[in-house]
């Protein structure tokens, strides 16, 4: 039998890539239990996942489309929300649900031995799922309405990528902090309402006054907002340092909650 030598981290040091690949079955099996979890005992199972955001889109096209009269960058606004919140469901749903993931398995995390990251980490496999079912309906939606995407549409996967690393990056963090204090579990959600309406997810980034761009400009998500904008709906093609930004600053995040979460990791068993 092969030994396993168990040593602490050492310091501002990122978890062994090679533990983390030995252990996979133990994201699997995390990320299987959380899809079964989600939709047993339901009447419409999976269906949840297109009629959720497919509600919020039609409420968003009510309430900013008809009664506020924003534009839409020239799209049917319920396409232009759809679009949005399928990035965003993706981002927050990581964010929420790896944020108390250690807390809610403290058996496991206090008494058996594997790399505790993929707890939090196994939240992207359910997440997934949820995509990419949704992006199934968008594209039922697209040939509905005749919406010809272009060719930016095969750079899709790679925004919904730094989209997943940006998200696990804060979750990684978010996670690791909920084990000390438990007001976190108070706080995401309430960042995440803020961050729904202060992105542009149910609006063009056109509608939002010059004076109050910069705030939009030095936040991630508008720049992935704008390339899914860009890769589905054939919106104008966001700026080079947008495009730079979205790709450089969600793999540091990541990289910087790996490294915060390896730091805390050890204290784990002690608090939670």
């Not at 030994?3 to 090679?18: A, E, G, N, Q, Y």
């Not at 000390?180 to 992105?199: E, T």
């Not at 705030?215 to 992935?224: G, H, V």
């Not at 600053?249 to 990791?265: C, S």
């Amino acid at each position: 039998m092969p030994t396993i030598v168990i040593t602490p981290p050492r310091r501002f040091s990122l978890p062994k890539v090679s533990e983390l690949w030995e252990a996979r079955e133990v994201l699997y099996r995390f990320g299987a239990r959380d899809v079964t979890l989600r939709y047993r005992q339901t009447l419409l199972g999976v269906v949840w996942v297109v009629l959720q955001p497919l509600l919020t889109a039609l409420v968003f096209a009510l309430v900013f489309g008809r009664v506020a009269k924003l534009s839409s960058g020239g799209v049917p606004y319920l396409v232009f929300s759809f679009v949005g919140l399928l990035a965003w469901n993706l981002f927050s749903g990581i964010i929420s649900r790896a944020q108390g993931s250690l807390v809610s398995n403290r058996d496991l995390v206090s008494k058996v031995f594997f790399p505790r990251m993929l707890v939090p980490l196994a939240t992207i496999y359910s997440c997934l799922v949820d995509f990419v079912v949704s992006t199934a309906f968008l594209i039922v939606l697209l040939i509905i309405y005749g919406i010809n995407p272009g060719a930016a549409v095969v750079l899709s996967p790679i925004w919904a990528m730094m989209i997943i690393l940006l998200a696990s990056g804060v979750g990684l963090v978010t996670s690791a902090l909920t084990v000390r204090y438990r007001d976190v579990g108070y706080f995401v959600p309430f960042l995440l309402q803020f961050l729904l309406y202060a992105s542009p997810i149910a609006y063009s980034i056109s509608n939002v006054p010059a004076k109050y761009r910069v705030i939009y400009d030095i936040n991630p998500l508008t720049w992935l907002l704008q390339e899914f904008q860009w890769s589905f709906l054939h919106q104008p093609t966001p700026q080079l340092w947008e495009i730079a930004g979205s790709i450089v600053v969600p793999i540091a995040v990541f990289l910087g909650g790996a490294l915060l979460f390896e730091q805390m990791e050890r204290s784990f068993a002690d608090l939670i």
